[in-house]
C-alpha cells in the first residue's frame, strides 16, 4: 500500500512538472499577441522618427539651396563691382 502511494505522489509531481515545464517552452498566445504588439509600436516609433529625420534633412536642403543662392549672388555682385573698378582705372 505504501509503494501505491509513493507513486501516486509521484505522478502528480510528473504531472506538476510537465504542465509547468510545457508552461515554460510554449508561451501562451497572449504572449504571442504582446510581442507583436510590442513590435508593432516600436517600428512606429521608429517610422515617426525617420519621417522626423527626413523633414529635417528637407529644410536643411532648402536652407543649403537659399545660402549657396546668397552666395553665387555675393560673387555675381563683387565681380561686378570689380570689373567696374577695373574699368575706371584703365
Not at 22 to 37: F, L, M, Q, W
Not at 59 to 79: C, M, P, T, V, W
Request: charged residues 30%; contains cysteine; proline residues 1%.
Amino acid at each position: 500500500m505504501q509503494q501505491g502511494v509513493c507513486q501516486g505522489w509521484l505522478c502528480l509531481k510528473l504531472n506538476y512538472c510537465k504542465i509547468f515545464l510545457h508552461k515554460i517552452i510554449t508561451p501562451c498566445r497572449s504572449a504571442y499577441v504582446e510581442d507583436i504588439e510590442n513590435m508593432t509600436r516600436k517600428i512606429e516609433r521608429q517610422r515617426e522618427e525617420l519621417r522626423s529625420l527626413a523633414q529635417n534633412v528637407r529644410q536643411s536642403q532648402k536652407d543649403i539651396n537659399q545660402l549657396e543662392g546668397k552666395l553665387h549672388r555675393a560673387y555675381a555682385e563683387l565681380d561686378s563691382t570689380l570689373f567696374q573698378a577695373r574699368a575706371e582705372i584703365n
